[in-house]
């Protein structure tokens, strides 16, 4: 069908052909426009839909973006329930792949295969805080048709209900996967900080060693006279010998230090 067989003000018809416009419903004289904007998860760059549709007395339609034009639903709010329930348990099962992805990158952070985690945490974090703040818009988009429309006979109420139901459970699927991730990330966090603070511990052990013995290697290469071994013909030996010795003593005294700690 023909845009122009129902008179829409061109700014109406803006709205319909964008494809990037956020969810909405507009009551007009003749006509109710409803955009349902909606995320789609499965391809290696999730998208956003807008889907556009005009209610009228006696019919509905759906703007076909493609075509540049509104298709009527043959068999009224049937067809439209229908159209839509097919779109959000797409989303749903979209949120059944996003969950496995996470999983999947839950093992491989325990398994310790950390390579390339942040990538992948930014754009799955991205994407699903993005497409939360889509699905709030649609929940609310979906409760103003049903308010509206419950007291009209050829209403479906029980399905778009049913349609409500879902869209807050993919809500509910999206928040979680959030959470999920935020936990992840608090887990890696908590990784890198052990590892930082073991690296750390090591150095300051090393250094606490090896800072005597720099002194000692000092003491011994100053040019003056008198200084211990000098005019012994083992002299490099009993000094060698020496710092052995004081280096041993030294490293079990920090080990016992911070075992006892």
Not at 238 to 246: D, L, P, Q
């Given at each position: 069908m023909n845009t122009h067989e129902v008179e829409l003000h061109d700014l109406h018809l803006q709205d319909l052909q964008n494809p990037?416009?956020?969810?909405?419903?507009?009551?007009?004289?003749?006509?109710?426009?409803?955009?349902?904007?909606?995320?789609?998860?499965?391809?290696?760059?999730?998208?956003?839909?807008?889907?556009?549709?005009?209610?009228?007395?006696?019919?509905?339609?759906?703007?076909?973006?493609?075509?540049?034009?509104?298709?009527?639903?043959?068999?009224?709010?049937?067809?439209?329930?229908?159209?839509?329930?097919a779109k959000i348990d797409i989303l749903l099962h979209d949120f059944d792949k996003v969950q496995e992805k996470i999983v999947t990158l839950e093992e491989s952070l325990y398994k310790k295969i950390t390579y390339k985690f942040m990538d992948h945490w930014h754009v799955y974090k991205k994407e699903l805080s993005r497409s939360e703040r889509i699905i709030v818009k649609a929940v609310d988009v979906m409760v103003q048709l049903i308010a509206r429309s419950k007291s009209s006979a050829r209403f479906p109420l029980n399905e778009f209900n049913d349609l409500h139901e879902h869209l807050e459970r993919a809500l509910r699927s999206n928040i979680s996967a959030n959470e999920q991730l935020d936990h992840l990330y608090q887990y890696y966090n908590l990784r890198s900080n052990d590892r930082m603070n073991r690296s750390i511990y090591i150095l300051t052990v090393i250094s606490v060693i090896f800072l005597p013995l720099n002194l000692v290697v000092g003491f011994f290469g100053m040019n003056t006279g008198g200084l211990p071994f000098q005019n012994s013909i083992?002299?490099?030996?009993?000094?060698?010998?020496?710092?052995?010795?004081?280096?041993?003593?030294?490293?079990?005294?920090?080990?016992?230090?911070?075992?006892?700690?």
């Open positions: 990037l416009h956020p969810s909405s419903f507009e009551e007009h004289s003749n006509y109710t426009i409803l955009i349902l904007r909606l995320p789609e998860h499965v391809s290696n760059k999730p998208k956003m839909y807008s889907y556009g549709f005009i209610i009228t007395e006696h019919s509905i339609y759906s703007y076909n973006q493609d075509e540049a034009e509104l298709k009527e639903f043959k068999n009224g709010f049937d067809d439209f329930y229908r159209f839509l329930d083992n002299g490099t030996a009993y000094a060698f010998t020496s710092m052995i010795i004081f280096a041993t003593v030294l490293t079990i005294s920090v080990f016992w230090k911070i075992k006892n700690e």
